[in-house]
């Protein structure tokens, strides 16, 4: 048995006229993430840390945002197929340790969503994934109110055959 440690961080500009992602639940807010894709930060950071773990490269060399197949794709589809993909047949995830960092707004209240919605992509319990969410007191980007960042690390179990 072989274990694997990955880091993920993603961000993303919010601007007015889009919905904000997080973990694949709606979030109420006036503004949302920018990007190609849905721009869910929480599950772009996931999907890096899952492919770090298996040293292949970053979510942009999968899914580039060049590609018009992927705009507007919902980010959870993305780190499904980066499961379907990436993970060999004697891989399984062990566990999710993620932080939202974001001022406003407050993310708390949709946690549980997004570790059920995460859960199920991953094909593993909700006990296995932990996702927490931090402001930074104001200071910074995120502290401005002018984007979200989000950072994960997965540990990758691969299983001698």
């Known amino acids: 048995m072989e274990l694997r440690v990955g880091q993920g961080y993603d961000v993303h500009r919010l601007v007015e006229g889009r919905k904000l992602i997080l973990g694949g639940a709606e979030i109420p807010f006036e503004k949302g993430l920018l990007g190609h894709s849905d721009a869910d930060v929480l599950c772009h950071a996931i999907a890096d840390a899952i492919l770090g773990a298996l040293a292949l490269g970053d979510i942009g060399g999968h899914f580039p945002d060049s590609d018009p197949a992927y705009q507007g794709m919902s980010s959870l589809e993305l780190l499904r197929r980066v499961v379907e993909r990436v993970i060999p047949e004697n ?11 974001a001022q ?3 993310v708390a209240p949709y946690i549980p969503a997004m570790r059920a919605r995460l859960a199920k992509v991953l094909r593993v319990s909700v006990d ?9 007191e104001g200071l910074g980007f995120e502290g401005l109110g002018e984007g979200i960042s989000a950072q994960a690390v997965v540990l990758v179990k691969l299983i001698d055959s």
């Not at 891989?91 to 960092?101: C, E, G, L, P, Q």
């Open 91 to 101: 891989a399984r995830i062990v566990n999710v340790d993620a932080t939202v960092v």
């Open 104 to 106: 406003r707004p407050r």
């Open 128 to 136: 296995r994934i932990s996702v927490k969410a931090t402001t930074t």
